[in-house]
């Protein structure tokens, strides 16, 4: 799977999130840790933006899996994400 295709799924992902409830969210962002997970292989750029990428979406999975308002740490893990794509696209 190239970096591109990686970062559209996690970003389908995401969006399919936001608008599911805490317990259906949760496991769909935990699928994403294994895509998301960088392996320093790619320019330090890239790495960097993923890896911000993985840990907002960390963090929105963490407020989902805790029962603690997590609408604030959508934008982030989104935003997060959509910078990484500005990057391999």
Known sequence: ????????RVLHTLQQAESAEPQAALPMLKKLICLVNG?????????????????????YAKALHRGLP??????????????????VN
């Open 70 to 87: 997590a609408d604030g740490l959508w934008p982030s893990a989104l935003t997060a994400t959509e910078k990484w794509r500005a990057l």
């Open 39 to 59: 392996h320093g292989e790619l320019p330090f750029e890239v790495e960097e933006a993923r890896s911000s990428a993985f840990m907002a979406i960390c963090e």
């Open 1 to 8: 799977m190239s970096e591109l295709e990686i970062v559209e």
